[in-house]
């Protein structure tokens, strides 16, 4: 009995000990969450005596990261160190210890562990890429008080859930110059993220400098290319962040711009061939019949992948009907020549060849899942990208590639040009619940965050892409469990202006975009708009790819706002707590934000109007009348029947798209209309 009591009481010590150590560590702003977490009672002090030694200087990488850790540190805290490059053997008091300079590939390995004493910090790690790793969490532990900066006392264990953490950017529907790269090179690396997917090649141009083929840059990039020694300083950039590169060139289909400069590769003679200017899927295709064909792309990746070190070579594959291919009788005489049945086994077919000259290349294929067709070898790589099939989650292919022995990576449910909320994003389990045997799963290699352009340009790509990619990045590195969306979006919200921090123009740009629209007035006015407003959803801003082409202005009022307007989301979250809990203070915090819309109208209204901002009239308008008059039955405590006429008739205007973005405090106006009525309806 007296055991059963003392054990009870142990549990019970253990339990309050886990839940107050949760509720400490749950408030670090850590993201990626680490695998294992424990909080001791050190501190320690970020003064002017803090140095970093590298238990060795054979790694660039190591050593870089150390010097960009100490200047963040210097300008996040404010301390004048006394000494801001590192120090060799063991003689700082921040120590990073490694064994290997790791070459870069899948079997990275990326662990490490980190320990915060009084007055040590230790970082160990196996590879000078899991130091990398342990260096970022350091700078987030950052934590000050009114009087000090210090690292708190923690042990953290760390490593990865999936080797393949990436982010694609389509450089070829809008240039992205090597500094946009760069810093988004740095942002990623802050998240852990581990692979660059460049997408370097469309319809809308090919964006690599080719000496064997110089038209593709003469004729097909409109001047916007990369050269080759640019790719090199790109290629070394990331690796010494510890990031791999994955070049695509997709083909046959999205071949456009590569068409525009060699017609006589393409699968109709006669076509007129020219880069494409909107955006859409479109059908001048590769010819797979064409000796001619194999021999350019044979070239053309013999002259390119020493560019890229890496083992993974992407070819696209994707959104290819072979329309131009049923077109031409030749064509389709080689089909029955060769018994392939269908446009996919010419693909397939072409596919394989592709794949035989890449590992000759030393490469591995890898393809979008159009590519995993009956016949396509198991040593291609499957990017599973497509909706539900088959009754599986996340794009069906990717367990289907797992399950058929190909290595996979998803991208299904992390497209955020589909501009979808971080929650959305963040709440896509890989895996799912599907059973899968070792061999199967070691198989999935992760996923990565795809950002095509067609509706972003260097001013606002960061804008697309930060802060909701380092949540996505946290779903690919974290334990599966690590799930919480308020404290992801809590920890999101510092995470976003640490990568303001470190040049990333997510939140600066919007500004410099409403100053644009403005000519330089007073942008407050549409500020508060803009933080109600998101950019139109999953491909309904340029509906049908005719509405915007390549050169269309993108500094308008879609541009400015953004994935989960922050006001927007304050409100929902105080109407939804006010439904919960009719109290003062809850009705308080709804009507702060309906106080500030109503006087907005009148800042609106001192805006000297443009064509650019004028469309936005109707809206300011109609929010200040709807939150006047909600605000009216609140303090009235009544309502009369031409009152709520009045907020119907102006809660559908706000219905309306406004310069395609759409008001997204529509639901919430409508509980609390409701509400008025329930509550306060007088005749
Ligand atoms: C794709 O989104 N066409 C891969």
Redesign the pocket.
Known sequence: MKKNILAISFFTLCLKLCIAQSILTESYNLMPWPQDISENTAKFIINSDVTISLSSDDSDRVRNAAVIFLRRLSNRTGVFLNEGFPLKERKGNIQIIYKTHAPLNIKTDESYTLTVNDSLVQINANTDIGALRGLQTLLQLITNSETEYYFPGVNITDSPRFVWRGLMIDVSRHFHPVHVIKRNLDAMASVKMNVFHWHLTDDQGFRIESKVYPKLQSKASDGLFYTQEQIKEVVAYANLLGIRVIPEIDVPGHASAILSAYPELGSLPDYNYSIERFAGVFHPTLDPTNELTYEFLENLFTEITPLFPDDYFHIGG??NEGKHWTENKAIEQFKTEHNLKTNHDLQTYFNIRLEKTLNKLGKKLMG?DEIMTPGMPTSAVIHS?RGENEGLPNGGSLIKAAKSGYQTVLSNGFYIDRMLSVDHHYSIEPIGDIALTPEERERVLGGEA?M?SELVTPLTIDSRIWPRTAAIAERFWSAKEIRDLEHMQKRLAVISYQLEEQGITHIKNRAVILRSMTNNQDISALQELSNICEPLKVYSRNKDGIEYKTFSPFNLFADACIVDAKDALSFNKAVIAFQKEDTKSAQQAVLHFLKQWQVNYSNFSKLTLNPKISALEPLSKHLSKTSGLLLKCFEAQKVSTHDLDDLNTSLEVLKQEFMDTEVVIVAPLEILITYCKTNFQTR
């Open positions: 994707d959104e979008w990208w795809t095509w």
